[in-house]
C-alpha cells in the first residue's frame, strides 16, 4: 500500500467511520474533525506498506488521537452546535444509553453529559465497546493495556452511565413559548416585550466566522433583536443541543441559528451562530427543508 493516491482514496472512505468514532468519544464535531486531519497526518508519514490492516489501524489511531485530547489539561470543548428538528413527542425514559447512541449518528446531549463523568480511559473503553463494538485486544492496544484492564475498564463505565441520573430536561412547551414570544416581540420591534423574556445580566454571543460578538446586558441585547427584526421574521424554532432555538432563513439559505439558555423563564444567554462555513456542515438546510415538507398544504 505504498501508492499516496490509492492510500488517499482508502482514506476517504474510511473518514465517515472515523469522524462518527471520534465525534462519540470528544463529543464536539469541531473536535472531531481535527482528531480526523491528526490521523490522516500520521497515516502519510507512517510505513504504509507495513500495514496489514488499514481499518483496524486507523481506528486505533483516531482512538489514541481522541484519548490524547481528551486528557489534554484544561482542555476545552467547542460548541457542538448538534441541530435537529422541534419534535414536541414525550421522551421515552429507561433507555439504555449505549442503545441511544448506536441508534442515531448524533450522540445525545444526556449522554455526552454523562460520558465527562468518566475517565478519558472509561470513555474510550466504553465507547469503543458499546456503541462501535471493538474487540477488547483492540481497545487494549488504543489504551496500551491488557485486553483484561480494558474489559474492566469498560464494564466500570457502564455501570456508571446505567446509574447515572438523567440530566432534568427544561420543559419545552414553555421554552417554544418564550421562542415564539421572543420573535414575535422582535418582529414588531416591541422594546418592552423583550426586555420582560430577558434576565438583566443576560449575554449574547454571536460566531460570524470572520469575528466575534457580545454583547451584554438586556436593553443592549434588545436592541440588537429590534434591528434583527427582519431574520425573525424568517426564523424557525429547531433544537440546538437539545435546547430551544431558532434557524433564521433567508431566501431558501439559512443565514444563522441561535440557541437560547434559559432560566427561571428568562433568557440568560443567546448564542448565534452566523459563519456561513461552519453551518453548512451541520445539515440545518435539510432538516428546514424536512419541517416545511411536514406543513400542511
Not at 421562542?179 to 434576565?199: C, E, H, T, Y
Not at 425573525?232 to 434557524?247: E, F, Q
Amino acid at each position: 500500500m505504498t501508492d499516496q493516491g490509492s492510500l488517499a482514496r482508502r482514506f476517504e472512505i474510511e473518514r465517515p467511520r472515523l469522524r462518527a468514532i471520534a465525534n462519540r468519544l470528544l463529543g464536539s464535531t469541531a473536535d472531531a474533525d481535527d482528531a480526523v486531519q491528526e490521523t490522516w497526518l500520521r497515516l502519510q508519514r507512517a510505513d504504509s506498506a507495513g500495514i496489514e490492516q488499514l481499518e483496524a489501524w486507523l481506528t486505533t489511531v483516531v482512538s489514541r488521537v481522541s484519548l490524547d485530547m481528551l486528557r489534554a489539561p484544561r482542555r476545552t470543548r467547542e460548541h457542538s452546535w448538534q441541530v435537529e428538528p422541534w419534535r414536541d413527542e414525550p421522551v421515552a425514559r429507561g433507555v439504555d444509553p449505549a442503545e441511544i447512541t448506536a441508534r442515531t449518528d448524533r450522540v445525545s446531549v444526556a449522554l455526552l453529559i454523562v460520558l465527562e463523568t468518566l475517565s478519558p480511559a472509561e470513555r474510550i473503553a466504553f465507547v469503543l465497546r458499546d456503541v462501535f463494538g471493538q474487540p477488547f485486544d483492540e481497545i487494549a492496544v488504543v489504551l496500551e493495556r491488557s485486553p483484561a484492564a480494558a474489559r474492566q475498564l469498560a464494564s466500570r463505565a457502564r455501570r456508571r452511565v446505567r446509574g447515572a441520573q438523567e440530566p432534568a430536561r427544561p420543559n419545552r412547551d414553555r421554552g417554544r413559548r418564550i421562542v415564539d414570544a421572543w420573535l414575535a416581540a422582535a418582529q414588531d420591534g416591541n422594546i418592552d416585550a423583550l426586555l420582560s423574556l430577558l434576565d438583566d445580566g443576560a449575554v449574547l454571543h454571536a460566531d460570524y466566522g470572520t469575528s466575534v460578538q457580545v454583547v451584554e446586558g438586556a436593553a443592549s441585547i434588545a436592541q440588537q433583536a429590534v434591528l434583527s427584526g427582519r431574520l425573525a421574521a424568517h426564523s424557525t424554532p429547531i433544537l440546538i443541543d437539545g435546547r430551544p432555538g431558532v434557524a433564521a432563513v433567508i431566501n431558501q439559505h439559512v443565514a444563522s441559528i441561535m440557541a437560547f439558555e434559559i432560566e427561571d423563564d428568562r433568557i440568560v444567554r443567546l448564542e448565534v451562530l452566523a459563519d456561513p462555513a461552519r453551518l453548512t456542515t451541520l445539515g440545518v438546510q435539510q432538516i428546514i427543508a424536512s419541517l416545511q415538507r411536514r406543513v400542511p398544504r
